[in-house]
């Protein structure tokens, strides 16, 4: 059986199979696991890096394949479909149905100022030694209407829901939401915000043509990973 061909290999891995279901389940729950979040996402991170290979099998699967980014310490992961940055695309076609979910309008257009912001800063050098960036919420806003023409909310709750969702994505991090209470704030852009925004998506922003209104997103929760496949 499966279970016990499984349960086989973990021992070897020094996971047991409790802990490797639960790895899997925070894995599809949450579609990305950041090292640096938080003490409770390292220890899955560390985990995930104990039995990668396994992991990585389980879910071939399904279909489902893993951007491992070992320098900066995160693993993002892709749907049947999904065209994924610095790996092959394979024949499969997307699902149609419960693993994929729609970034809104603004979400969509955030997360293309943030790839931005990052490639220009990155550009510039001004990288910290997690792959990360400083932007300042003013900044970001200035950005966004340059880019855009558009505003983030003006409205504070509306904003650091925006924000918030961004954070869930694992795209950004902050500390507290009442640190972004003001233009002078700052969050940091991380370097996994390169391998949710295809270079064609951002490309298509650059050339300035029209954009794309909708992204799809490989899981159903809200903090689940996603490409940019705009649509009409």
């Known amino acids: 059986m499966l279970k016990d061909w499984v349960s086989e290999q ?3 891995k ?3 199979a409790d802990e490797f279901t639960e790895l899997l389940i925070r894995l599809l729950d949450y579609g990305v696991l950041c090292r640096d979040e938080s003490a409770v996402e390292q220890k899955f991170y560390d985990r995930f890096v104990q039995c990668e290979e396994l992991v990585e099998d389980y879910l071939s699967m399904l279909a489902l394949r893993l951007d491992h980014n070992r320098r900066f310490g995160f693993v993002r992961v892709f749907p049947p479909g999904a065209q994924v940055p610095g790996l092959q695309d394979e024949d499969q076609q997307p699902f149609n149905g419960g693993m994929r979910a729609r970034l809104n309008q603004m979400e969509v ?3 293309l100022v943030l790839r931005i912001e990052y490639a220009k800063q990155l550009r510039e050098g001004r990288v910290d030694e997690n792959g990360c960036v400083l932007v300042s919420i003013e900044s970001l806003g200035i950005a966004f209407n340059n880019l855009l023409k558009r505003s983030l ?3 504070l709750t509306e904003r650091k829901a925006l924000l918030r969702r961004m954070r869930q994505l694992r795209l950004v991090h902050y500390q507290q939401e009442d640190d972004l209470d003001s233009g002078e704030s700052w ?3 991380r ?3 390169t391998s949710f925004v295809t270079d064609e998506a951002l490309e298509t922003l650059l050339s300035g043509a029209e954009l ?3 992204a799809e997103m490989p899981l159903e929760k809200s903090s ?3 490409l940019f496949e705009g649509e009409n």
């Open 153 to 155: 909310p003006e409205n």
């Open 224 to 226: 689940s990973t996603s």
């Open 187 to 189: 969050l940091r852009i």
């Open 109 to 111: 257009a955030l997360v």
């Open 14 to 16: 020094h996971v047991s």
């Open 191 to 193: 370097p996994a915000i």
């Open 212 to 214: 794309e209104t909708s």
């Open 10 to 12: 973990l021992k070897t």
